[in-house]
């Protein structure tokens, strides 16, 4: 191989590892739930920070970027310790101030009764 076609090959390779990166940190905005102090806020924050990391850490990559996976486990974590989460299309949502069936739009209808379906088979 010529050095033309070394320094080509290392810097595809320099330039394609820089693009990937490792979450970080949320790149969701999460509220403080009614009550909550400022300090009790923080705790949870850095508890749900160390928890998707975690997650992160101990899944393989798949179908959704490393980002989106910290921020689904980072949002389920606060949603979970009763703050408020960022929901598309219908604002804020929180385990104190969920909002009731009655806002529900008229054309959307109500889910069928009793035990959902199993989910389907793997391959």
């Given at each position: ?21 490792t ?70 949502r ?30």
């Amino acid at each position: 191989m010529t050095w033309t076609r070394v320094l080509a090959v290392v810097g595809v390779t320099v330039m394609g590892t820089a693009c990937a990166h490792t979450a970080t940190g949320p790149s969701v905005l999460v509220l403080p739930g009614s009550g909550k102090s400022h300090d009790q806020f923080q705790v949870e924050d850095a508890r749900c920070r160390q928890r998707a990391a975690t997650e992160l850490q101990a899944t393989t990559d798949g179908t959704v970027s490393s980002q989106g996976r910290y921020d689904m486990v980072y949002m389920q974590c606060m949603y979970a310790a009763g703050n408020q989460v960022p929901v598309p299309g219908s604002g804020w949502r929180s385990t104190v101030t969920d909002a009731p069936a009655a806002t529900r739009p008229p054309n959307v209808p109500q889910p069928p009764a009793g035990t959902p379906p199993p989910p389907p088979p793997t391959r």
